[in-house]
């Protein structure tokens, strides 16, 4: 199981980013704008996707999906 973590942030207009950190070394960037949250990593771009009823999704570069709710917190930080 690996863990990351996001570094501090910034904001240019309505664009807000932080690097995703794995350790000490930047391995993508997690960006928040008018178009919704989203993943850059090098295999390409994860689409977020939090609903009210906690619950997160992410499209993958590849199509694939992975979903989780809130009462999985423990087993995703």
Partial sequence: WESYSLGDGSREKSEQTWPILKES?????????????????????????ASANHRVSATLPDGRVFSTVAADRDKIS
Avoid: A, F, K, S
């Avoid at 997690?30 to 993943?39: F, P, T, V």
């Fill in 25 to 49: 070394t930047e391995v993508g960037t997690y960006i928040r704008d008018e178009q919704g949250d989203r993943l850059n990593t090098p295999e390409g771009e994860w689409v977020i996707d």
